[in-house]
């Protein structure tokens, strides 16, 4: 089978853009994804774009070239974005085309998402009664994580300040203020045991990123980022997932985001030690805690100490949301995995500027988790 | 519906979701299901069975106590629609309780302090008025409360 590799990454800032359409941040991401690479719009053969807000996000081509190409629309909540870049991958690794794009656009009002419950199969009381807010989740989650782990408030306050910290030197992040673990941790809590400063925001923005067969990169770029797995998968019976008005008694179930973990390790013929740089799904602090055992890269327990010693930091051993995360950067839906995924190709390329990691990043790591259960793992190498 | 004096001022926020009226000898209970090939038990109630897919299901009360699994606070006015709460905003906790055997349940907890609760702690189903209605209505609602009789009962004898 072919192998499929990045030779164009593009990023339109993330944040609030009063009166720009999301088909306009998605042109703008898709016009720096092909100068990066080197190619023009008519040489693409296929696409695949996700978004939550636009409901034809294919509309796209009338901003960019009516080509008469395949672009499909695809959405898996959270994951959408992890879900574009495999379905670009595995367009060029069956044979279907040699030069396809994932694009991926958002632009959600303020404030959190207020969807009706029976989208999500869920009865109305559930939601007039105040229990229908994904952000429930994320604080019992952590809740019974630090109760069973070790974690302290302290511990949530250092991934924030971190995350923000990076941000800060992240020209296209949306949060760019600095803020210390204690300035965090003064902020008002939210979702006990979660603070305002602990949480992501919806908000704006768009990227893209271009592919072709790895015996064509040559043509574009001496530097493509290999894809070497795309993994997804959605809850299993017993795990414990947002939006669950009830789940079943007994054995521990693991998250989605294990199963999609081990998955794409397993097909990228990479373990969690190659690991040399990591952007997880960090809705809020806590998530990011939890995320670092759920994908292998630490045993439950021990992000007390990597994280007291800056192991997650950029100059640590092992850097994690090294451009703000969705801490930083905020969540477009439909484009926050190929922000991920433009973060790790500029790393591995050694460009990230005053966010490089030291040393020579070999592989990177990228993770999405959302509603109802969803997961997505990508494992890039050079 | 009933109307009843007890009940008239009061209504359920959906049916099928807990007995009700509460009575002297039907006291309160959550309405959950039973899969009738599996056996797995759901709340609410539901017709498919999510473990083997059958589409033979039985009612079933669920237990009307049980333990603090995990808990979380909601300390601002979460989006209207679709939540129907007051105007006037209130925090108040969530958490999952552990029904031993059947099933872990979410629901509002009466306790708005997480400094009062803590995972472990013996928990009892009870109703609160979440919301009234323009007429006057109490809107109730299932929510599951700290159970001292419990833990008294429990240190007394340990
Ligand atoms: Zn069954």
Redo the contacts between chains.
Sequence with gaps: MTEAVIIGVGLHPFGRFPGKPALDMGADAVRLALADAGVKWPQIQGGYIGSYEVANPDAIVGRLGLTGIPLRGVFNGCATAGTAIALAARAIETGEHDLTIAIGLDKHPR???????SVAGI???????????TT?FF???I??YM?EHGISHETLARVASKNFGNAAMNEKAWRRTPLTPEEVLAS???????RQYMYCGPDEGAAAIVLCRADQAHKYTPTPVRVRSTALRSRK?GA?EVQ??????GEVVESPTVDASRAAYELAGIGPEDVDVAQLQDTDAGSEIIHMAENGLCKDGEQERLIAEGATEIGGRLPVNTDGGLLGNGEPIGASGLRQIHEIVLQLRGTAGARQIPGTPRVGYTHLYGAPGASAVTILST | MTTTDATRAQQPVADGLFTWPPTADRPTRLIGSECADCGLVSFPAAPDCVRCASAESRQRLLADRGTLWTYTTQDFRPPSPPYDGPETFEPYAVGYIELPGELLVEARLTEPDPRRLRIGQAMRLTLVPYTVRDDGTEVVTFAFTPDDETVGSQEATT
């Design positions: 404030g959190a998402f207020a969807a009706d419950p009865p109305s009381w559930y939601g007039q009664t105040g229990l229908f807010l429930h604080g019992m989650k809740n019974r109760h008002p809590v939210l979702n006990y045991p979660l019976l414990f669950s008005p009830s789940f079943p008694v």
